[in-house]
């Protein structure tokens, strides 16, 4: 069983930076494609950004390609969601997840393929 935990949410102008973590305990997430999704009111989750368990293939939504970086510090257990240039848009409670995989493939990115998800962390862009 993994518990994941998000942090790192708030209110930020267009154009600004977040960075968002995601600590796992129970067991570590050597294993385990994490990802991250976020959900606005009204729609469905999305995905986001997802990292193979080595790190080595990550994989991003294209609305987020080249603003957002995902990364692992597999020493503290935690996965990172860097958010650059911030859009109105980009607004919306984001999710970590996870699901066990030792595959070094491309991740999922159906919410329905992950078995661990955090409680949410809101971001708030402004225009």
């Known amino acids: 069983q993994v518990q994941l935990v998000e942090s790192g949410g708030g209110l930020v102008q267009a154009g600004g930076s977040l960075r968002l973590s995601c600590a796992a305990s129970?067991?570590?997430?050597?294993?385990?494609?994490m990802a991250w999704f976020r959900q606005a009111p009204g729609n469905e989750r999305e995905f986001v950004a997802a990292?193979?368990?080595?790190?080595?293939?990550?994989y991003y939504a294209d609305s987020v390609k080249g603003r957002f970086t995902i990364s692992t510090d597999n020493a503290k257990n935690t996965v990172y969601l860097q958010l650059s240039s911030l859009k109105p848009e980009d607004t919306a409670v984001y999710y970590c997840?996870?699901?066990?995989?030792?595959?070094?493939?491309?991740?999922?990115?159906?919410?329905?393929?992950?078995?661990?998800w955090g409680q949410g962390t809101q971001v708030t862009v402004s225009s």
């Open positions: 997840a996870a699901y066990r995989s030792y595959s070094e493939v491309l991740p999922k990115r159906s919410p329905a393929e992950y078995d661990y």
């Open positions: 990292v193979s368990w080595r790190g080595t293939i990550s």
């Open positions: 129970g067991r570590t997430f050597v294993g385990h494609v």
